[in-house]
């Protein structure tokens, strides 16, 4: 199975700036054939199901604000706040759907400085 | 809009079994590839199994391969989870997650539903 490993475990970081979430891969998630990167990102707040933040590694879900992107290709990925909300205090989770066996990032909880 | 609701939860014995439901609306169900995935308790996502929007592939985690079996009814637009040999690790808020349409990220999330395995 892919390994996906985030760093660091926790972040404290102070309303309106930036943030920076990583997740690494045991294996490489991007498919030759499409040239697309098969990871995504989701925020999940307390006593709520996750959501779906970044999918393709880099492509905003509808809906979502133009602070959170996504970068990296291969086995090694970031997710950016840029300008920390109060309302992003939550723990971040990478996904990659390259194998048949989908694999989470431990997660990371993000909270304010 | 899309919703998913999980029902089926509860407390089960050790080695007794569950079978929790998704019900789907506001999409066409069937065009839909369908996951389960759960939460213990303070604890991070686990993916434990994925169906085919046509049925035709099964996939399961380490963890639940040979005990859980991922079924779905198109025509009541339903995902199914049979859970049989239920352990205490298993004790878990199960979601049911729709894919995007033709990929695999996780678009939308049911609410949950508890499963507890105790004696």
């Known amino acids: 199975d892919i390994v996906m490993t985030q760093s660091p475990d926790s972040l404290a970081v102070s309303l309106g700036e930036r943030a920076t979430i990583n997740c690494k891969s045991s294996q490489s998630v991007l498919y030759s054939s499409n040239n697309k990167n098969y990871l995504a990102w989701y925020q999940q707040k307390p006593g709520q199901p996750p959501k779906l933040l970044i999918y393709?590694?880099?492509t905003r879900e509808s809906g979502i604000p133009d602070r959170f992107s996504g970068s990296g290709s291969g086995t090694d990925f970031t997710l950016t706040i840029s300008s920390l909300q109060a309302e992003d205090v939550a723990v971040y989770y990478c996904q990659q759907y390259y194998s048949t066996v989908y694999t989470f990032g431990q997660g990371t909880k993000l909270e304010i400085k | 809009e899309v919703q998913l609701v999980e029902f089926g939860g509860g407390l089960v014995q050790p080695g007794g079994s569950l079978r929790l439901s998704c019900a789907a609306s506001g999409f066409t169900f069937s065009d839909y590839s369908m996951n389960w995935v759960r939460q213990a308790p303070g604890k991070g996502l686990e993916w434990i199994s994925y169906?085919?929007?046509?049925?035709?592939?099964?996939y399961y985690g380490d963890s639940v391969r040979g005990r859980f079996n991922i079924s779905r009814d198109d025509a009541k637009n339903t995902a199914f989870l049979q859970m049989n040999g239920l352990r205490a690790e298993d004790t878990a808020i199960y979601y049911c997650?729709?894919?995007?349409?033709?990929?695999?990220?996780?678009?939308?999330w049911g609410q949950g539903t508890l499963v507890t395995v105790s004696s």
């Open positions: 393709w590694a880099s």
């Open positions: 997650v729709r894919e995007g349409l033709g990929a695999s990220y996780s678009q939308y």
């Open positions: 169906i085919r929007n046509d049925g035709s592939s099964k």
